[in-house]
């Protein structure tokens, strides 16, 4: 018996005992009345049906993931191991072999071994199977049966049902939290084994970065110096993109909350939240195949020396267009949250649109919109594609904008991709990166969050 | 038209506004229908009536801050002086800052004291020297009857204040600005007695500085501070006259239900 059909079964079962329950509970409301037994009929049933279900359930998804163990156990008793390899990988080997042959994942057996272990595997499989199921069947109706049994006039089963919602609910919410957990357990101890080979300080301070010559073994303590990717990431995310999107988010949200009609805002907004819609990639190839040229042909007719292919302006300004529909959108909210009577009142005192929009409403919204602006940071700086596709690879530390500088993303997406070897510290090196930048944006994003909550508070 | 019979009622004063022939609209609703009606100089003007009858939508008339709702429409001829401030010879902007308003909420802006009140000078250039702004400061809160309770405390901010602080400081923000109007739109509806009684006694004390029209919702209030008295109903200006006659001796049958409590 699979376990797909030991699924079905239980589940079948589970709709059974939905019935019969409901049944019985309706025969119950029929002779003590309605208002007199507490929960109505689905309820009952619901109960019940969760209580054959669930034990059952969570039985099965732990059998079969100690099931496994326990098949290779018995067969390692089984007189056909006798003769198996002594050493661990071959001993394995040969029992992987024969298990794929006994499950039909294999057609016949490299190892002659292995073709005497399928029989035994056979047969364990099947044994530990029955019982898998058997169990559960017998989890299934001692839990229908129990259940079953409560269903009375006067037992809350809305109640239990309520709470057995909300448990699953909550069980829910906690999956992208411990996902969570364990994406940043995963960094921390990748992180932890490049550090025990690179020293943090030589990797946070050190000024060259050349992770490819560390990998030909020539000194690899000097090789990690992240500053200039540090910089180039600040350079393009923080610094170009955010003169281009702060600027340009900012009038845009005053032009739509304060001067568009209704009817241009109407079709303005759409369009905008299409620009946040567009996968980056195409940004990507927009920077790298228009603006990116475009530039270099300007820095070399004007003669600014240094102007390569890749830059960082181009990477950047194209960034900034990317992020203004977040900037101007939470510009927009912000400055629509401030209330109504104070452009009134400004207005009231003889102040012009853009008077009242400088001195009252701009100094009013400005901790949103620097939320705003925070988040765009750590939106930017996270940013892999555009900086992959045009920002180019050289570690420069320069504040030379038509040179190529290279950020921390774009070197992660170096160091991981291809064949790799993941105990060298050329590709542990990614992971620290990694981490660096989820502590910089982890933070960005808290304190974004604080200021723009202070700030809603302060008019609610 | 009963409303054209009661514009001017016997009063001595020069005229400072004047409505002839007013009708407001939202969309395809009219909110006022031919209001005509003459605000006296250095006089306290209180307009009364049941919600909804257009008495606020009226005041806003009188400084165009129905200019800022998209859907609103006036029709008719109001005059400041004898300018009609409805031709496109007026800077709405100049109107507004001869014809101040105090809204039915405190609404100081989020800034300290001294910057809600230096506010309407510093964008209307009054002060030549941050010395100057102090002495309008000082000037307009002492007006505004705020100036004891706040000169220690100027940097605090505006919205700290109570609510009857806060509106004084409305109105002395209005002050600043020098006008010649000032339009309360219910300056005491959302305050307690106490700070009502405060406003009430600084609205006697600026009459005869400034021409003040006052929307009310409460009576004895109207009867209290105002030497005129206009009762809206429907949209209509039902009756116009000195408050005395208006509270003790209406001549339409409406007002005197109005007043006697009958509906409203």
Redesign the interface.
């Known amino acids: 018996m699979n376990a797909a059909s030991v699924w079905l079964l239980i589940i079948g079962l589970a709709a059974i005992a939905w019935l019969s329950a409901r049944a019985r509970a309706t025969l119950l409301e029929k002779s003590a009345g309605r208002l007199a037994t507490h929960s109505r009929a689905h309820y009952h049933g619901a109960y019940v049906a969760l209580w054959t279900l669930l034990p059952a359930a969570l039985f099965l998804i732990v059998w079969q993931n100690v099931s496994p163990a326990l098949v290779t156990n018995a067969v390692l008793t089984a007189p056909e191991a006798a003769s198996l390899p002594a050493d661990a990988f071959s001993r394995s080997t040969v029992l992987s072999e024969a298990r794929s042959i006994a499950t039909g994942h294999a057609q016949s057996a490299f190892n002659p071994q292995s073709q005497a272990l399928v029989a035994p595997y056979r047969s364990a499989i099947t044994r530990y199977d029955i019982i898998g199921a058997v169990l559960t069947l017998i989890l299934a109706f001692a839990g229908g049966a129990f259940a079953f049994t409560r269903v009375k006039a006067d037992f809350k089963a809305r109640t239990r049902v309520e709470r057995l919602v909300m448990g699953g609910l909550l069980l829910a919410s906690l999956i992208a939290i411990v996902t969570t957990i364990g994406i940043v357990a995963s960094l921390l101890f990748e992180s932890a084994r490049f550090f025990s080979m690179i020293n943090p300080l030589s990797f946070l301070f050190g000024t060259k970065w050349s992770p490819q010559s560390a990998a030909l073994g020539y000194g690899a303590e000097h090789a990690f110096g992240a500053v200039p990717l540090f910089w180039g990431t600040i350079f393009i995310g923080a610094i170009i993109a955010m003169l281009v999107a702060i600027p340009l988010g900012l009038m845009c949200a005053i032009y739509l909350t304060q001067y568009a ?2 009817a241009v805002r109407q079709w303005m907004k759409p369009i905008l939240e299409i620009l946040a819609g567009v996968p980056t990639v195409v940004y990507g190839y927009f920077a790298a195949l228009t603006v990116a040229p475009l530039l270099r042909d300007f820095a070399v007719a004007v003669g600014i020396s240094g102007a390569s292919s890749e830059s960082a302006l181009a990477a950047g300004l194209v960034m900034g267009v990317m992020i203004i529909p977040f900037v101007s959108s939470m510009a927009d909210d912000s400055i629509n949250a401030v ?1 109504q ?12 649109k853009s ?1 009242t929009i400088k ?2 409403l701009i ?2 919204a400005l901790p949103g919109v620097v939320g705003g602006v925070l988040l765009a940071v750590s939106r930017a700086i996270g940013e892999t594609m555009i900086v992959v596709m045009a920002a180019g690879l050289a570690a420069n530390l320069t504040a030379n904008p038509f040179a190529s500088v290279t950020t921390v993303t774009t070197q992660i997406v170096q160091l991981l991709t291809g064949d790799q070897e993941f105990d060298s510290p050329k590709t542990l090196a990614a992971f620290a990166l990694g981490l660096v930048l989820f502590i910089v944006t982890l933070l960005l994003n808290i304190v974004a969050l604080r200021v723009v909550k202070k700030y809603r508070e ?1 008019y609610e | 038209m009963a409303s054209t019979a009661s514009t001017s009622p016997n009063i001595s004063a020069p005229i400072k506004m004047a409505a002839q022939d007013v009708n407001v609209f939202y969309g395809d609703k009219q909110a006022i229908r031919n209001v005509s009606i003459d605000v006296g100089m250095d006089e306290v003007t209180a307009f009364i009536g049941p919600s909804g009858c257009g008495k606020s939508t009226f005041l806003r008339t009188l400084n165009r801050m129905n200019d800022t709702v998209a859907s609103a429409r006036v029709e008719g001829r109001i005059t400041l002086d004898g300018e009609d401030i409805y031709s496109t010879a007026m800077d709405v902007v100049q109107l507004r800052a001869r014809v101040g308003m105090v809204f039915q909420k405190p609404n100081p802006f989020p800034k300290s004291i001294y910057e809600n009140v230096a506010y309407g000078p510093r964008i209307h250039g009054l002060a030549n020297s941050r010395a100057d702004m102090d002495v309008i400061v000082e000037q307009s809160l002492r007006r505004a009857g705020l100036w004891e309770e706040v000169k220690d405390r100027l940097q605090d901010s505006g919205t700290a204040l109570s609510g009857g602080q806060q509106q004084r400081l409305c109105i002395g923000r209005a002050i600043a600005v020098q006008p010649e109007v000032i339009l309360m739109d219910e300056p005491c509806s959302a305050l307690d007695p106490i700070a009502t009684a405060k406003i009430e006694e600084l609205i006697h004390e600026l009459r005869g500085k400034y021409a003040i029209v006052i929307v009310t919702h409460n009576m004895q209030q109207a009867a209290r501070v105002s030497q005129r008295t206009a009762f809206f109903h429907l949209g209509t200006l039902v009756e116009y006259g000195v408050t005395s006659d208006i509270f003790t001796n209406p001549r339409e049958e409406r007002t005197k239900d109005y007043i006697t409590g009958r509906y409203g």
């Open positions: 009609r209704p209330p009577s104070m452009r009134d009142g400004s207005l009231a005192m003889g102040a012009t008077e001195r009252v100094p009013a302060a």
